[in-house]
């Protein structure tokens, strides 16, 4: 069993204090089972006033964690403190790592780091021969690159873990181009690194989304004929351009299509997986869609249309879902800035939707906004096993 303990701080520049409200909502003395690990999100405020570093100092675990522009937590309701969430249990141990600098799209750089923690690992098997035990769940931060994509750091992470199910978020920040924007891991702070926690033992984490609704999605589905990973350069054929007009878009009369960002984008990647999100950031002159994510050729894509009353629906629904599931100790849940942006004059309207079910006396939770989502997704063909994937304007959560 994995025992989730919450813990907030609004203040930014009283060090002392901040970690006096942390210590006043967890004893860390007494509160612990044997093994434990903290996940740590705040606005960048936080780490460049030593506020995150001094907590690494006086927490008896490892921590890791992001920055972003808005996180809560069970009984909080300002998204702009510094959330600590603690796993703590007899039965359930934890590694917390984090990789060299990444500046390209070098998967050797994430394997050499998985490879060298379950080297590391001191949980084995009987027998002395065994190889070490894996882990059950990969908890990942990730950083937000021009020059690195979140299906990269999916992919790889998958690549180097056989498989295991990974749950996570890219960072982001409260910065207009996310330039402050870092990964969290004990008392230090990158911009190019990804931090992991690995969850040994007897675990079996469940996994929540809200996407959109199906009435929301168009009837009219383009088949991908030619893509380069995150560039979508033809659909049935076609220049994206002539799908996305045949689709009710429209250009302006500098021939850009302006809002294309804003409407989500359902891909199914035609390989029995269920479909995901993703967004096309802008089209190109020449009619190719530069998207947050990779989209394979061979793929099925429809449009979709966001709007609040869409998000808080689709949160509503996975709320509903997730309080079903029996025995909860905990949720972790990573919602895209890209539904932040959307909930037009009430941002915070998703966050208080989650507290209004779980908080301050129900379940445990850690409610952080991301930009870019790691979550396993069910196969289709009712096997129950699952595939890693990475999202766009979605709402993750994993359950313990």
């Not at 509903?320 to 909860?328: A, G, L, S, V």
Request: aromatic share 10%; net charge negative.
């Amino acid at each position: 069993m994995v025992k989730t303990l919450i813990a907030f701080t609004d203040e930014i520049d009283d060090i002392d204090y901040a970690l006096e409200q942390i210590q006043e909502q967890i004893d860390f003395d007494g509160d612990l089972y044997a093994n434990s690990v903290g996940i740590v999100s705040c606005i960048p405020a936080y780490v460049e006033s030593g506020v995150v570093k001094a907590l690494a100092e006086v927490v008896p675990f490892a921590i890791a964690g992001i920055t972003t522009i808005g996180t809560t937590a069970s009984g909080a309701d300002d998204l702009t403190q510094l959330t600590l969430t603690v796993l703590t249990s007899d039965d359930v141990s934890f590694k917390v790592a984090w990789t060299d600098p990444i500046q390209s799209e070098d998967a050797s750089i994430i394997k050499r780091s998985f490879e060298a923690s379950f080297a590391d690992s001191d949980r084995t098997d009987a027998d002395a021969d065994a190889k070490p035990e894996l882990p059950k769940l990969v908890i990942a931060y990730a950083p937000l690159s021009m020059n690195v994509g979140g299906d990269f750091f999916n992919n790889t992470i998958d690549e180097a873990t056989g498989g295991i199910p990974c749950f996570g978020v890219l960072a982001v920040d409260d910065t207009p181009d996310y330039h402050s924007s870092q990964v969290i891991y004990n008392g230090d702070a990158a911009a190019d690194r990804l931090a992991y926690i690995l969850v040994y033992g007897d675990i079996e984490p469940r996994f929540h989304l809200a996407t959109i609704s199906q009435e929301k999605i168009s009837k009219d589905k383009g088949v991908v004929t030619k893509s380069d990973g995150v560039q979508l350069l033809e659909i049935n054929g076609k220049s994206v351009s002539e799908f996305l007009i045949s689709q009710g878009l429209k250009l302006n009369k500098d021939g850009i299509f302006e809002g294309v960002n804003s409407f989500p984008y359902i891909v199914d990647f035609n390989d029995g997986a269920a479909p995901l999100i993703r967004v096309m950031f802008m089209v190109t002159p020449e009619g190719y869609a530069v998207c947050g994510g990779s989209i394979p050729e061979g793929s099925i894509l429809s449009v979709g249309y966001f709007d609040r009353n869409e998000i808080i629906k689709s949160t509503d629904e996975a709320i509903k879902q997730i309080d079903k599931d029996p025995d909860t100790q905990g949720i972790l849940i990573y919602s895209c800035i890209g539904r932040y942006f959307n909930l037009e004059f009430n941002p915070e309207e998703e966050a208080e939707k989650v507290e209004d079910c779980f908080g301050p006396e129900g379940i445990p939770y850690q409610f952080t906004y991301g930009g870019g989502e790691l979550c396993p997704i069910p196969t289709t063909d009712g096997s129950g096993r699952l595939v890693n994937r990475y999202h766009n304007c979605t709402l993750i959560a994993c359950v313990f």
